[in-house]
């Protein structure tokens, strides 16, 4: 097999669970391109620093982990000056890259237009990530996108990605399931393949990828090499060195997992 150097692996930002000291945990265990904070919501007003340090305390480090593996902030809303203004702070607060959280299957934060619920609206989709981004932009801070598939279906998929890609986004992490399904098995990977051909932007698929092995067959259907891994960063921290290995034809070590 030929080397690949050039694929991400990145760990994904799980609300409740993903604080900085679990960053750390498992960035220490090598193979980690970078990793995204649990999201701030954001409504109306702007947030002082404090609250992006508090969210974020690599903020204060460079936006690194104590190994140097970058954090990007991720921001949850739907207001677009409200996300243009917080952006602007959380870069002044330290912050490197800006992502946005389309993807939130909560029924709390669903409720009041956040997360998945904007995926019924491709033109506020717009919106928001198209103001965010200009207003970062001065900043020479990228603004970067995480999505599912749609929120009850998926007849609105690719009109999304479409929108986040004009919108000016530098990369799209994809959770191949529709917020209806939550994380029932199977994630839908083929509709990363789809969703790839659409924006000019790369893609990460996100969604069932458990072992290496689970990753190959990801990369299979979907066509995409980038990978963020949720879940299984946390079952098995060293899936992403594992993946490294496997890219650059070396042996993979393999880890009792039971031991």
């Not at 690949?4 to 391109?33: F, K």
């Not at 603004?143 to 986040?164: C, I, P, Q, W």
């Not at 979907?222 to 496997?246: C, E, F, Y």
Request: charged share 20%; aromatic share 6%; hydrophobic share 45%.
């Amino acid at each position: 097999m030929k080397a690949n150097l050039t694929a991400l692996v990145a760990v994904a930002p799980m609300e409740g669970v993903m604080d900085a000291t679990t960053r750390d945990l498992i960035t220490r265990q090598g193979g980690w391109d970078f990793c995204v904070t649990e999201f701030l919501r954001v409504t109306q007003g702007r947030q002082p620093a404090r609250v992006f340090h508090r969210l974020c305390p690599e903020l204060r480090q460079n936006a690194q982990t104590p190994t140097g593996v970058p954090v990007h902030l991720q921001l949850l809303g739907s207001d677009p000056q409200s996300l243009a203004e917080n952006a602007q702070i959380a870069v002044s607060a330290g912050a490197k890259v800006v992502d946005l959280n389309f993807g939130c299957p909560a029924k709390i934060v669903n409720r009041h237009l956040g997360g998945a619920s904007m995926l019924r609206y491709p033109d506020r989709l717009y919106d928001a990530t198209f103001a965010t981004a200009q207003a970062l932009k001065a900043l020479n801070a990228p603004v970067t996108a995480k999505m599912r598939l749609g929120y009850d279906d998926t007849e609105l998929t690719l009109d999304n990605a479409r929108a986040l890609n004009a919108a000016g986004i530098t990369q799209l992490v994809v959770h191949a399931r529709t917020r209806a399904q939550g994380y029932k098995p199977p994630a839908h990977w083929e509709w990363v393949a789809k969703i790839a051909e659409v924006v000019d932007v790369p893609v990460f698929a996100n969604g069932d990828i458990w072992t290496l092995a689970d990753y190959q067959r990801c990369v299979a259907v979907s066509g995409v090499d980038h990978a963020m891994l949720g879940r299984s960063s946390m079952t098995n921290p060293w899936l992403a060195k594992q993946i490294k290995q496997h890219l650059a034809g070396e042996e993979v070590e393999q880890v009792d997992l039971n031991g």
